[in-house]
């Protein structure tokens, strides 16, 4: 068996008093794409950030491409690791000035030497990064000027153009219109194909459902369920997992959920 990109074994993470899982055993490897689904408060988010490596789990072990987190993700080795994992933020900050190309070209930074300028083929890579997330055309506005959705998009841009094997999506829909959805899940789809393992925090189980192969659900109380898409996402277990009655629709293939 090929070494997993992500492993946690035995995991256990807690925040303010608040168990967000138990025990958790869970393997992402190449070319899986992965739905983290609960309610506001579960710890979906906290969870994403601990599989970064950006904050230390309460026991058991954690690891990426075989490196012990959260020590392979400080000091010397955040380099090596921002190479191999991705991971997009809740909340996007812009403390300074910069135009669109300054602000994806960050994510080439981990390919960089430290006295390293980007090359002809870092601005390549940023600029088709733009295009495939509809800002082709915004390569010298300043950010600040952009909408929320706009501003999600250079985000997911950013992530693109780093090229890491794991991308860790917190809420990558946040602030997007329906369109805008459809084509970001249709371009993590695309990475999946491709080989990269695609875990992202989701908050409609019919978009988990139609465009993930496997998902992880949290109960908000330590409980957690992780498998294939078709046999975990179903209306008995997303009526334990929201606490309210939901029932199957099917259209066309896809299976979409609605209050029962």
């Not at 904050?55 to 959260?70: D, E, F, H, V």
């Not at 082709?136 to 999600?152: D, K, N, P, W, Y």
Request: neutral net charge.
């Amino acid at each position: 068996m090929n070494m997993p990109l992500l492993e946690a074994m035995q995991l256990e993470v807690n925040i303010g008093g608040h168990s967000v899982c138990r025990k958790l055993d869970w393997r992402v490897g190449a070319g899986e794409s992965w739905a983290i689904l609960g309610r506001n408060g579960a710890g979906k988010s906290t969870l994403l950030a601990t599989l970064a490596g950006l904050r230390a789990q309460n026991k058991g072990r954690l690891s990426i491409a075989g490196l012990a987190l959260p020590h392979a993700s400080q000091g010397q080795g955040a380099r090596a690791m921002a190479r191999v994992r991705g991971y997009l933020s809740q909340h996007q900050i812009d403390p300074f000035a910069s135009t669109v190309m300054e602000s994806v070209l960050v994510g080439r930074h981990p390919h960089l030497g430290r006295w390293d300028w980007e090359s002809t083929e870092d601005r390549r890579i940023a600029g088709a990064a733009l295009n495939e997330v509809y800002l082709g055309g915004f390569a010298e506005r300043e950010v600040q000027t952009l909408s929320g959705g706009e501003r999600q998009r250079l985000a997911l841009a950013q992530l693109l153009a780093q090229e890491p094997q794991l991308f860790l999506l917190d809420e990558p829909l946040t602030h997007l219109d329906l369109s805008h959805q459809v084509a970001v899940m249709e371009l993590f789809v695309r990475r999946a194909t491709a080989g990269a393992a695609i875990v992202a925090v989701l908050h409609d189980p019919g978009f988990a459902a139609r465009y993930c192969r496997q998902a992880l659900l949290l109960f908000g109380n330590g409980e957690w369920l992780a498998g294939p898409a078709d046999e975990v996402i179903n209306s008995t277990n997303l009526t334990r997992l929201y606490g309210h009655s939901l029932r199957e629709l099917r259209a066309d293939g896809d299976r979409w959920f609605v209050p029962g």
